[in-house]
């Protein structure tokens, strides 16, 4: 069995998709008569396979605009399959590029509430594409029980939907030694400690920048805590709304834009801030509350189903856009010590059950499931 996986849409492995394309890429079991290919843009060759690694990588020609990858999946992409000879196709960005081929079996992976991704298309055309792509693929891998949910509720079949949950890198999101140190220093950042962190891209306002900007600025009104906020994350559509937002703000000096801050030392700032919110409201599996608790800090998110399914009991949940609640979470997190204790040990317990092994071992089991139909 030959298995494509298509990079094209996962955003150069610097998006969420993109991270965990890597990740499962990077775990991917060795098992007799089955092996790997990459296929994307050249420039992408060692964004998801690292040098040495027994996967090899088919370089394409497509340019960065949705509407040049969508048309490469349309005319090019069953030739390509047909000349490397895939058994099967590993669909990690259909929400970017809305295309798959019938010249082979094929499996989609959705980390996204579909839902939501069709409203922000603002095209009908691209959101019936983006469906038929659903509708045509053989397996649709599912990374919560809630994206499964939202998408038999677009009119997929539940009986071709597996659950297989993302995992985490514990070999790089694990409690850090206690640093003595007021600042943290991960190139090229130096960091005044302490912090709240919040890593997820400014790309649009379901991730509620702005409004955890206000409940930091009514936290430090009320309480004249030293504390920081921290936004670390790619710069997008929304880069302007929260710039403004800041540079509007008494406290404009205690908040920090990191932008695009390199997946391996995530782990770092995560383990030394004081606390992690994540007051998005559209995340279909929202990992970095999982990687943060794996680091040993408290969390913080929004109070949605996909995110209380995700953290289970192991956060202090919020609505994001209320100012005062915002306030007063990040108020309680800070100073209830056994709330943060707790809170600490339900995340690392709860953070164990998820590995990239699993993931990867899991998705195997699915295309081998796949391969075997007739």
């Known amino acids: 069995m030959k298995v494509g996986i298509d990079t094209l849409g996962c955003g150069h492995g610097r998006s969420g998709i993109g991270s965990y394309l890597f990740s499962l890429v990077n775990s991917l079991p060795v098992e007799d008569g089955i092996s790997f290919e990459l296929f994307g843009t050249e420039s992408d060759r060692f964004s998801y396979v690292p040098g040495g690694s027994s996967i090899s990588y088919k370089s394409v020609t497509s340019h960065k605009s949705d509407f040049s990858r969508a048309w490469w999946h349309h005319f090019r992409l069953s030739k390509l399959i047909r000349r490397q000879k895939y058994d099967i196709v590993l669909y990690a960005g259909v929400s970017r590029h809305i295309a798959i081929s019938n010249a082979c079996r094929s499996v989609i992976v959705i980390n996204d509430n579909v839902s939501d991704v069709i409203s922000k298309k603002g095209s009908r055309t691209k959101s019936r594409w983006l469906l038929r792509s659903l509708r045509k693929a053989d397996i649709i891998i599912a990374a919560s029980k809630f994206i499964k949910k939202d998408l038999v509720q677009l009119g997929i079949e539940s009986e071709k939907i597996r659950i297989v949950l993302n995992g985490i890198d514990h070999g790089l ?5 206690e640093l003595e140190t007021d600042t943290v220093l991960i190139k090229p950042f130096t960091i005044k400690r302490p912090y709240f962190l919040y890593a997820s891209s400014l790309s649009n306002r379901s991730k509620k920048h702005v409004e955890l900007i ?7 009104s009320q309480t004249k805590y030293p504390h920081r906020l921290v936004l670390a ?3 997008g559509n929304y880069l302007n709304e929260v710039t403004k937002a800041i540079m509007d703000s008494p406290y404009a000096s205690d908040i920090f834009i990191t932008g695009y801050f390199p997946h391996d030392n995530l782990s770092e700032l995560c383990a030394c801030a004081n606390a992690f919110v994540f007051p998005a409201v559209k ?5 970095p509350v999982l ?6 800090v408290p969390v913080c998110c929004a109070k949605t189903p996909a995110l209380s399914e995700i953290a289970g009991d ?4 919020f609505d994001p856009d209320s100012i005062e609640e915002t306030a007063k979470t990040l108020e309680q997190i800070v100073a209830d010590e056994k709330l943060r204790q707790t809170l600490i040990e339900s995340g690392l317990e709860r953070s164990r059950r998820f590995s990239w092994e699993k993931t990867a071992q899991r998705t195997l089991d699915v295309l081998k499931e796949v391969s075997a139909q007739e």
Do not use: I, N, Q
């Open 233 to 235: 994350g790619e710069a």
């Open 173 to 177: 999101f694990y409690p850090h030694a």
């Open 291 to 296: 990687e943060a608790m794996a680091t040993g």
């Open 283 to 287: 995340e279909g599996v929202g990992l």
């Open 214 to 220: 206000k409940g930091f600025e009514r936290f430090k």
């Open 314 to 317: 192991s956060a202090l949940f």
